[in-house]
């Protein structure tokens, strides 16, 4: 690594999130990590750590990702959540992916091509997200007849997707029940796996007695979700408020608090590149911020080509959080009262400014940040004692 911008990757603690996770909720017999978008940008490597810690089943975007998590395992399930070009079928039949199938005209495509051998495919249902899946409960039962009568597609699981957080939500129980409308003509125990929800709906609902499989997304990476509701007399008021609502609103039971011990995985750092000092009026970067007090103003290698902008408000160096006064594609400069020094590290994000911090400043959730932390950046990937670089 020549430009010292990285994310480390602690995949010892996603392994960890992942055991909590499954200690806690051990009700079920398939954990799908949903790994899209190289894990939530943390890195296609973590796929081995969720394995270890419990993960039997992968789930991605594409065929192209799919194929990535080939090169670090090959017995693995993985189910590609978007439905691939027909024409590439073949590809994914050698590399033993399970594909979905989202609608009657792309099954009647897949079966109209030559599949050379078995394809096992998982069915999505759309239950009101209006995104992907079947609709109508007989485009899905002309569907399964056809499977039946094929040689080559195995049906292995039909699922779902909430779009909402279900917290007293009377939008997340109408997707339950529009699920199970649709799906009425169908003898689910016979499909082996049976998954229609993500992190949110395994700690805010009782478990779906009918599923079997949970698909894992953000909480592996370390937010549980839990809700901070608080001692105070607002805290009261809300908590009142919440269990109005839904009684009034006819919605099921939802848990707002978890007890899960989870930890982010991934920190941030760069390093001093260049220092200078400044008087009190000067001018720094782009934006032209102006100084208040005489200092220093430290250059740092990262900047918007890389995810990160005036936003953030603050780095940590040394033992001082330093204000960030002026971004651009791929610096940053930050004002620091005391002197600092070219080499010095420099924390983006990590154990002196939590994520969840960060979220707060940009005004944006965890999702978001992590995939706006861009693939130039390279990930320094952890686990026991073994340090990788892993460059997209
Ligand atoms: C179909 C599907 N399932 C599961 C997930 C994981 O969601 P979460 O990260 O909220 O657990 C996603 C994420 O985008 C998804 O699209």
Not at 8 to 35: F, L, R
Not at 49 to 56: K, L, R, W, Y
Not at 197 to 206: D, I, K
Request: glycine fraction near 6%.
């Amino acid at each position: 690594m020549q430009r010292k911008t990285y994310a480390v990757i602690n995949g010892e603690q996603i392994k960890e999130n992942v055991k909590e996770i499954i200690q806690k909720y051990n009700d079920y017999e398939y954990y799908i990590g949903v790994v899209k978008n190289n894990a939530y940008h943390h890195g296609i490597r973590c796929i081995l750590d969720m394995i270890e810690g419990g993960v039997n089943y992968l789930a991605v975007s594409s065929l192209e990702e799919a194929l990535q998590i080939r090169k670090y395992n090959q017995e693995i399930s993985i189910l590609c959540l978007e439905p691939i070009s027909i024409e590439s079928i073949d590809d994914a039949i050698n590399a033993n992916i399970t594909l979905t199938v989202e609608s009657l005209s792309y099954l009647k495509n897949m079966l109209k091509s030559d599949l050379y051998a078995s394809l096992k495919i998982h069915i999505a249902i759309d239950s009101g997200m209006n995104r992907l899946g079947f609709k109508s409960k007989n485009e899905l039962n002309e569907a399964i007849s056809l499977i039946k009568e094929s040689k080559r597609i195995i049906l292995e699981g039909i699922y779902t997707h909430f779009a909402t957080s279900g917290i007293i939500d009377s939008k997340w129980d109408l997707q339950l029940q529009t699920f199970q409308k649709i799906t009425e003509d169908i003898d689910l125990a016979s499909i082996p796996i049976v998954h229609l929800g993500r992190s949110l709906t395994l700690v805010n609902h009782p478990k779906i007695s009918f599923a079997n499989g949970i698909r894992l997304g953000i909480i592996m990476y370390g937010f549980s979700q839990s809700q901070v509701l608080g001692k105070g007399f607002r805290s009261k008021l809300r908590s009142i408020k919440m269990k109005y609502l839904q009684k009034k609103n006819h919605c099921s039971t939802t848990t707002l608090q978890n007890d899960l011990k989870l930890k982010t995985a991934m920190s941030l750092y760069s390093e001093i590149i260049s220092i200078r000092d400044v008087k009190e009026g000067d001018y720094v970067g782009y934006n032209t911020y102006r100084i208040k007090e005489d200092g220093y103003i430290a250059t740092i290698p990262i900047g918007y080509a890389d995810g990160v902008t005036k936003k953030f408000e603050k780095v940590y160096i040394k033992g001082d959080y330093c204000e960030i006064v002026s971004d651009s594609m791929d610096m940053i400069m930050v004002y620091s009262k005391k002197k600092k020094k070219v080499g010095d590290q420099v924390e983006i994000f990590g154990e002196h400014i939590p994520i969840s911090q960060v979220c707060l400043n940009n005004k944006i959730n965890a999702y978001h940040l992590f995939n706006q932390i861009s693939n130039r950046v390279t990930r320094v990937h952890l686990s026991k004692n073994r340090k990788e670089e892993i460059i997209y």
